[in-house]
C-alpha cells in the first residue's frame, strides 16, 4: 500500500509539475492564453466523456479519460495559483479536510452503520458547514445549482422540497400527474399551437417524469443515457438489415425493421 501511495503521489506530482511547465512565461502559447471561463467547454466534454466510456466499461479508455479530467483540475489550479488565489495543495487539502470531516464514523467517534446512516450524517454536517458560510436570500431551494445539467436540477429541487414535506406521498400520486401533463401538452397542440406554451407544458411533463425517477431511485440522465445507447443500437441494426435500401423503405417497412431489432436483441 505504500509503494503504491508513494507511486501515486510522484506521478500526480510530476503531473503538477508538467501543468506548471505549460504555463511558465515560455511555456505552451495555448495553455498561456487560457482562462477558467475560456476551459470550462472543454471540462463539460470531458466529464461526459468519462460516462461514455463507463457505460461501456472500455476501462483503458476511461483510465486515459479520468487522465483528461484530471487534467482539468489541475488546469484551474495552475490558473489560480498564477492569479494568487490558491494552489493544488490548497484543493487537495480542502479535499482531504472535507472527507474527514464528512465521515465522522470513520475518523471520529459517530456511528454509522448503514447507507442510510451515513447520508444522514453527510447531510447533517453540510448543515453545519453552511452555518458558517453568508446566507443566501434563495431559500431552501437557492442551494441547488442552477449551472447542472436540467435533470439533475430537477431531480435536486424535487429533493429538497421533499426533505421539508413538499412531495408527492406515493408513485400512484406521481402517475396520475404525469397522465394530468401529457393531456396539458395535448391541449396545445391546436391547429396552430404556441410554441412557449408547448416548451412551458414539456417543461412541466419532463420534471414529473424526473420526479418520478427520484421516487424509484433512478438516476434521470443515466437512464436516459442508456435509452439513447440502446436507440443507436436498434437503429444500426436496421440500417445494417436493410442495407443502402433503408432510407427509402416506407414507415411501415422501418417499423417492421425496428421490430426485428428489438426481438432479436431480447433475445441475445
Known sequence: MADSNQQAGEAFAEAVRIMARLRAPDGCPWDLEQTLDSIKPHTLEEIYEVFDAIDRRAYPELRDELGDLLLQVLFYAQIATDEGHFNITDVAQSLSDKLIRRHP???ADAIAETPSDVNRTWEAVKQQERAGKPANNEGLLGEVPRFVPALVEARKLGSKAAKV?????????????????IAEVRAELTE???????????????FVLTNLSRHLN????????????????RFRSMELSAGEAFTGLSLAEKDALWDEAKRIEKQA
Not at 408513485?171 to 400527474?177: P, V, W
Not at 396552430?192 to 419532463?206: A, H, N, Q, R, S
Not at 433512478?218 to 443500437?233: H, T, Y
Open 218 to 233: 433512478v438516476d434521470p440522465e443515466q437512464a436516459l443515457r442508456k435509452a439513447n445507447a440502446k436507440f443507436r443500437r
Open 165 to 181: 414535506g413538499f412531495d408527492w406521498p406515493d408513485i400512484s400520486g406521481l402517475l396520475d400527474k404525469i397522465s394530468e401533463e
Open 105 to 107: 464514523h470513520i475518523f
Open 192 to 206: 396552430t399551437p404556441d410554441p412557449i406554451k408547448v416548451e412551458e407544458e414539456m417543461g412541466d411533463l419532463l
